[in-house]
């Protein structure tokens, strides 16, 4: 699909209750850590970067991964994976954006906001989420 076909969209995601001193990290195009982010003391990291989306809604952009015809999403690295070699965690949390409703891209992409996701950082077992996490909020920001 032609770049111009596609609308640029800023996308923030906030991890709500991270696991303190955990570092975490979005995945680059490349699969390596970027923008490595820690909390001190379970204070909210919020990650921002750009997609594209086209009618549909499909996404597309260095962050955004693919599973499948349909679903899209951006991980999260954490502990180990996000660059942290002492850490006794590795892992990713699986965000999904595929069914972001289209009337919020359209907002986003006409006023500039930016698309926020909220996501819980921490596992009821108290260590950090990872696999598909469930959004706690999505709003234009």
């Not at 076909?5 to 209750?17: F, G, L, T």
């Not at 009337?103 to 992409?109: I, P």
Request: proline share 6%; glycine share 10%.
């Amino acid at each position: 699909m032609a770049r111009a076909e596609q609308s640029e969209i800023r996308m923030r995601i906030v991890i709500e209750n991270p696991v303190a001193g955990v570092l975490h990290s979005l995945q680059s195009k490349d699969g390596f850590p970027l923008d490595p982010k820690r909390s001190n003391a379970g204070e909210p990291l919020a990650f921002e970067f750009l997609i594209r989306v086209a009618a549909g809604p499909k996404f597309f952009g260095d962050q955004v991964r693919r599973e499948g015809p349909v679903r899209r999403f951006v991980y999260v690295r954490i502990g180990q994976s996000a660059g942290d070699h002492l850490s006794p965690w590795s892992r990713r949390m699986k965000i999904d954006v595929h069914d972001l409703e289209q009337a919020l891209l359209d907002r986003a992409a006409a006023s500039g906001g930016v698309v926020q996701i909220t996501v819980n950082g921490t596992a009821k077992d108290g260590t950090p989420a990872c696999a598909t996490v469930a959004r706690t909020g999505v709003r234009l920001a």
